[in-house]
């Protein structure tokens, strides 16, 4: 086995892709989320083990940490928001909230399980998530740009300050088909409308970024640290109309 990998947000769209694609693979597999009956039945078809725990509360990282294992091979952190107010509607605890679940979280989750990352017998691999929101700038994000743009901070420090023993990378999507963002794919009209600012016109698919963060897992990326990488049509450099 190639060993084990923590998940945090193990049953939303692109964490259990990614799940599924590890797992094929042969990693062993240890899921953190709070929806009960969800978090049970993909770790029953996958063979995972798993932390019931939601980011709010401050025990769950030392939880899923010494429930996952002593040793593991890599963590991805596929915890998000899309927290989408003009400026003048966002609160402090919007504010708060974003930052929480994206940028501190992630960083708890990695400090709770770094004895076990550097315990791994290869280069351990950390895989963050972003936004093409960050590099291309859209209104209606400050709240979510702000709280991803750490996120990237993030991955830069993280991957200097853990070298050469930890990887960490980030990929950054523009928008997916996920269960998250359901208040903009499920509008035909918006989707077809966002689909087409893209070079590669249509949406995201979660198997897009869960087949990157299942590469930066693996030793085939074994000289990439501290690179955000897009995962989004094009949108983030490319454009072909107007």
Excluded: C
């Excluded at 017998?121 to 743009?149: D, I, P, R, Y």
């Amino acid at each position: 086995m190639p060993g084990t990998v923590l998940i945090y947000g193990g049953t939303g769209g692109i964490g259990s892709a990614t799940a599924r694609k590890l797992r094929a693979r042969g990693y062993a597999l240890h899921l953190v989320g709070r929806d009960e009956s969800k978090l049970a039945a993909l770790a029953d078809e996958l063979g995972a083990t798993m932390t019931l725990g939601d980011i709010d509360d401050s025990t769950v990282f030392a939880r899923a940490a010494a429930e996952a294992g002593p040793v593991l091979a890599g963590l991805v952190y596929a915890v998000g928001s899309i927290n989408l107010k003009p400026l003048a509607r966002l609160t402090a605890t919007d504010f708060e909230r974003d930052f929480r679940l994206n940028a501190m979280g992630a960083a708890l989750a990695v400090q709770a399980a770094l004895p076990a990352l550097k315990a791994s017998e290869g280069t351990a691999s950390v895989v963050l998530f972003s936004t093409v929101a960050v590099a291309q700038g859209f209104t209606a994000h400050a709240s979510v740009s702000m709280a991803k743009g750490a996120v990237e901070g993030l991955t830069r420090a993280l991957a200097a300050e853990l070298a050469p023993k930890i990887r960490v990378n980030a990929i950054a999507p523009s928008l997916t088909k996920t269960p998250l963002a359901k208040a903009l794919t499920g509008n035909e009209q918006m989707a077809t409308a966002i689909a087409a600012m893209h070079a590669l016109p249509r949406l995201g698919e979660a198997e897009d970024s869960a087949a990157l963060a299942t590469f930066l897992i693996s030793e085939e990326a074994g000289w990439m640290t501290g690179q955000v990488i897009g995962v989004d049509g094009g949108r983030s450099t490319l454009r072909t109309k107007g």
